[in-house]
T-cell receptor
Framework: GDSVTQMEGPVTLSEEAFLTINCTYT??????LFWYVQYPGEGLQLLLKATKADDKGSNKGFEATYRKETTSFHLEKGSVQVSDSAVYFCALSTPGDNQGGKLIFGQGTELSVKP | SAVISQKPSRDICQRGTSLTIQCQVDSQVTMMFWYRQQPGQSLTLIAT?????????ESGFVIDKFPISRPNLTFSTLTVSNMSPEDSSIYLCSVRSGSWDTQYFGPGTRLTVL
């Protein structure tokens, strides 16, 4: 079945460091790919998405490129801030069945940014 | 994007009791989803709720344990029945809005069962 694999956390960085969180996926169709962020004590927020190969999603300085050849959707940010400390979830969605758009999540990667 | 609220935001319950969680959306949506996030874990889909029909449950989740209502296009409830400590989790509702593939989430309900 479809699945998402993320790099394990926690990831600890100093402020202004470069961030990469790896995400790879397995899907039988042509999924849409997402990054969601969960700040401490809150629900999930959609961070960015990409719907087809070579699309780049971007938001708040974060970006990720849909790489079909490597089945990857790595999250990057050039300079992280303390306020970026959160858990980041990679997810995919395929139209597959009549539920359309069922989300499958990776295990989440905790990011901690130190001042 | 849709604005979603959930009640209660958190609760502490006794073993054997039931809790009903409400999810309210600021616009009419066809499909609503209920997820469980166990401590330190990722999200697992419990069921999909369409207005006017029975909810569709994922493998490992049953209606007797997690009954769902969907009385209209802006509201849904999830009940966690006969609770045990293993039910301690965050329960989140989400809606599909804007496009077939994109879901927006409520703030979650943090449930602790003693």
């Amino acid at each position: 079945g479809d699945s998402v694999t993320q790099m394990e956390g926690p990831v600890t960085l100093s402020e202004e460091a470069f961030l990469t969180i790896n995400c790879t996926y397995t899907a039988t169709g042509y999924p849409s790919l997402f990054w969601y962020v969960q700040y401490p004590g809150e629900g999930l927020q959609l961070l960015l998405k990409a719907t087809k190969a070579d699309d780049k999603g971007s938001n708040k300085g974060f970006e990720a490129t849909y790489r079909k050849e490597t089945t990857s959707f790595h999250l990057e940010k050039g300079s992280v801030q303390v306020s970026d400390s959160a858990v980041y979830f990679c997810a995919l969605s395929t139209p597959g069945d009549n539920q359309g758009g069922k989300l499958i999540f990776g295990q989440g990667t905790e990011l901690s940014v130190k001042p | 994007s849709a604005v979603i609220s959930q009640k209660p935001s958190r609760d502490i319950c006794q073993r054997g009791t039931s809790l009903t969680i409400q999810c309210q959306v600021d616009s009419q949506v066809t499909m609503m989803f209920w997820y469980r996030q166990q401590p330190g874990q990722s999200l697992t889909l419990i069921a999909t709720a369409n207005q006017g029909s029975e909810a569709t449950y994922e493998s490992g989740f049953v209606i007797d344990k997690f009954p769902i209502s969907r009385p209209n296009l802006t509201f849904s409830t999830l009940t966690v029945s006969n609770m045990s400590p293993e039910d301690s989790s965050i329960y989140l509702c989400s809606v599909r809005s804007g496009s077939w593939d994109t879901q927006y989430f409520g703030p979650g309900t943090r449930l602790t069962v003693l």
